[in-house]
């Protein structure tokens, strides 16, 4: 067991919340090909009032440290809420840094500012490929150009910001100029991700890397590292291995339900907004938020339960540990999705 692995169980042990995401929406003017929530222009699920997730925030006061705390508005698409600013300036009057993660169809100049009033201080953009590939993606011929006025905005404030692609077959060919674009607009720091089966992305091959490809990734992103001109960084789906310390500023963990926590559209209490079925830990219109983050969580604290499957004989399971929450068969608990085992099969 490394020095790492010990932390993580400590961190396990302690569970402190410094991150809570908001699902303030289901609805979304696109139709991502990839979307993992269903999202839809009209949603059968209402919005949230912000006075019922401003008092569910209110009730993890007590046991965290506010200003150490990042709150992170997300969908859906959350810029569809005309009340967001509300939102987010009772977080600031509640000692909470906040932001946003959009697909930056309706991020304008005008949002952008009434956002920065608010008490702003994160914005996370996709970016999905060059204009044919993005609007394939996102199943709409003006959302590239949109996104890229979006992303233009960001460098001119004092806003923590990045960008966020997800590799696909349509876009593979496209990282390079994808880089160089970002770099144009004056973008520092780059995440990629790859699109794992779950959701609508479950049925359609064209959005599944290859192995060779997929292993591909990861070589583009060390190469990318040491160039230097952007900071990238491979998102938190998977441990690596080898590639662990070239693709990413930090080793592999996945906090859900150890340091992050999430408000999804109906009340439910999980963790990140992906975990859904039997992650649910609670309701914030039956439960106390606090209590609920001190005395539920333990399937995601205490993860034996995911030594199944092809995990049961990890060389790499204390390391791992199963594996993000969010790829793990809900039914049989099993492993859906291995980045290892398909890193491994083409070295």
Not at 249 to 258: E, K, L, Q, V
């Amino acid at each position: 067991m490394t020095v790492f692995d010990l932390y993580r169980h400590n961190e396990a042990k302690t569970h402190n919340l410094n991150y809570i995401f908001w699902e303030s929406t289901l609805r979304c003017p696109l139709n991502c090909l990839h979307c993992g929530s269903e999202c839809r222009q009209e949603s059968s699920v209402k919005d949230m009032p912000v006075f019922d997730f401003v008092e569910g925030i209110k009730q993890v006061v007590p046991i965290v440290e506010p200003h150490k705390t990042m709150i992170v508005f997300t969908g859906g698409e959350c810029l569809v809420r005309r009340d967001l600013e509300e939102a987010g300036l009772a977080m600031y009057q509640l000692g909470f840094p906040w932001g946003i993660v959009t697909n930056g169809y309706l991020l304008t100049p005008q949002r952008l500012d009434s956002l920065l009033r608010a008490g702003m201080r994160s914005c996370t953009i996709s970016l999905d490929g060059l204009e044919t590939s993005h609007n394939w993606l996102r199943q709409n011929p003006h959302s590239f150009q949109r996104a890229i006025e979006a992303i233009r905005l960001l460098p001119r404030t004092n806003l923590v910001h990045d960008v966020v692609t997800c590799v696909n077959n349509k876009n593979f060919d496209e990282l390079e100029n994808i880089k160089q674009l970002l770099i144009e607009c004056g973008i520092k720091k780059w995440r990629i991700f790859t699109i794992f089966p779950i959701g609508r992305a479950a049925n359609n091959p064209e959005l599944q890397l290859p192995n060779d490809k997929f292993k591909a990734v990861f070589d583009f992103i060390e190469k990318t590292r040491n160039e230097g001109a952007i900071s990238l960084n491979y998102g938190c789906e998977g441990f690596l291995a080898d590639y662990e310390s070239k693709v990413r500023d930090n080793f592999f963990f996945c906090r859900a339900g150890i340091n992050v926590a999430s408000i999804l559209a109906d009340g439910s209490i999980s963790a990140c907004p992906d975990l859904r079925g039997r992650f649910i830990q609670g309701n914030i219109y039956k439960d106390n938020f606090a209590e609920v983050w001190q005395n539920k969580y333990q399937i995601m604290r205490d993860r034996k339960w995911t030594k199944t499957g092809i995990c049961a004989e990890c060389e790499f399971f204390n390391h791992c540990e199963g594996n993000g929450l969010h790829l793990r068969d809900e039914k049989t608990n099993e492993l859906a999705f291995c980045h290892l085992k398909r890193i491994l099969n083409e070295c």
